[in-house]
């Protein structure tokens, strides 16, 4: 029986069907969660994409043959039983270790998981953990397990002809090249957080305090050094050279200067912050300072209205192609897939199409317009703490709990009151 308070769970080992050397994961998770719920945490755990369509194939706990399809629409097509409609304990049962089942990802590249129960496992509410691995998941679109050997060994060996196609390649899907592409790393603090961002949605908790002021941390800094008489600005109205290293250093930003980092030119996260502070009207400029409006002085007595405030400037931009590009990082950054950065562009491009926006001259949004959108929803969402600290400048930002919360409030007051013209379920993924 489980202890009290916590919830039953499955041990569960999952490894990639003739990988070599084998990619494998071991899961903790509850055994009633959903078997759509279910191929999202394995997703996020091998890091894989959720490009394609997925199975599930075994004998359950009564000896019945299982067939399995997600996403619901399809599994009527294949004759089989929706994924949402299944969970993880008709298939398993905990007192029979040993006993498995087959997930199947992408069709067409045929990857198999095979999942073996281990035993049970006890896990606190809303829980779910990787404990351990080996190996990096493959690459999307690689070719099946025989395939991504292929394209590994080209990777590795500079004298294979296909080194160089081979290596962009790999670049372009995952954003590592050279030494940083390594096939036989696994980040076991990665795939925790991800599955962590999974579940905070799945079963929402309430916003903390500390949760609140870390994602506000940069807002609330420069509303409290304007406080009092406010802050001297140059000529120029920039803020002055000593408080904006004392900024870079004391909000985490050190790393990203360029040069000697005590100029607003070479800070861009401090320049970002001061603008849109002036923006959101919670400082204005008063002669050669800059001061808290009656807005800010409100939101630095009362954090919880500040972060209502926040949420409200962010979710809800008057121009629909911030709109919804905000909802497209949010997207991104919930479900832990954010595409490789050469894509972006296009991938928000075509998304601005589809919603009906065009030039004034009726021509499709050009790529670089739809960068320039990306960057601006990007640097705008920098203004705040919504990710762990960088362990690496190429690693993927992980969201903090807070992060999570902020997002999801994001999306759920974007969709309330979308621009004029747009229907927010309609264009959020």
């Known amino acids: 029986m489980p202890t009290a308070g916590t919830v039953p769970g499955l041990d569960l080992r999952i490894s990639i069907e003739d990988s070599e050397p084998l990619i494998w994961r071991r899961l903790h998770l509850p055994e009633t969660l959903s078997i759509d719920r279910f191929h999202l945490a394995v997703q996020a755990a091998f890091g894989w994409e959720n490009r394609h369509l997925y199975g599930v194939r075994g004998t359950d706990r009564a000896g019945r043959e299982r067939r399995i399809v997600g996403v619901d629409d399809e599994a009527e097509d294949l004759q089989a039983e929706p994924a949402s409609t299944v969970v993880l304990s008709e298939l398993l049962n905990p007192q029979k270790p040993g006993t498995s ?48 050997r292929q394209l590994l060994e080209a990777v590795q060996d500079p004298s294979h002809p296909d080194h160089r196609e ?37 079963w929402p908790q309430p916003l903390g305090d500390p949760e609140r002021d870390g994602v506000l941390r940069p807002v609330r800094w420069l509303l409290q050094e304007a406080s009092g008489d406010g802050v001297e600005l140059t000529k120029d109205g920039y803020l002055k050279p000593a408080l904006v290293k004392r900024a870079m250093e004391e909000l985490g930003w050190a790393d990203a200067t360029v040069g000697k980092g005590n100029r607003e030119t070479n800070a861009r996260q401090v320049a970002e912050l001061r603008q849109h502070l002036m923006d959101w009207k ?148």
């Open 101 to 148: 089942f087959d997930y199947d990802y992408d069709f067409g590249d045929s990857w198999t998981h095979r999942v073996e129960l281990v035993g049970a496992a006890e896990l606190q509410p809303g829980e779910m953990l990787c404990v351990e691995g080996a190996r990096r998941g493959a690459i999307e679109d690689s070719g099946g397990p025989h395939g991504y």
């Open 282 to 429: 919670l400082l204005s400029k008063r002669k050669d300072r800059l001061v808290l409006s009656p807005r800010g002085r409100r939101g630095l007595e009362r954090p919880e209205e500040l972060w209502d405030y926040v949420v409200d400037q962010i979710a809800r931009p008057q121009h629909p192609g911030v709109y919804l590009v905000t909802l497209l990082r949010a997207h991104w950054h919930l479900t832990g897939i954010e595409p490789p950065y050469a894509f972006q562009a296009e991938i928000i491009g075509e998304d601005l199409r589809m919603a009906g926006m065009v030039t004034r001259s009726g021509d499709p949004i050009p790529e670089e317009w739809a960068a320039d959108i990306n960057r601006t929803v990007r640097w705008t969402l920098e203004c705040l703490h919504l990710t762990e600290p960088a362990r690496d400048f190429m690693a993927p930002p992980l969201l903090t709990d807070g992060g999570v919360k902020f997002f999801l409030d994001v999306v759920d007051r974007a969709r309330t009151f979308p621009p004029a013209g747009l229907r927010a379920a309609q264009y959020f993924p």
């Open 166 to 202: 081979a290596t962009s390649w790999a670049y372009d899907m995952t954003g590592l090249y050279g030494h940083r592409f390594d096939p036989s790393a696994f980040d076991l603090h990665a795939a925790n957080r991800k599955l962590r961002t999974l579940s905070l949605q799945w």
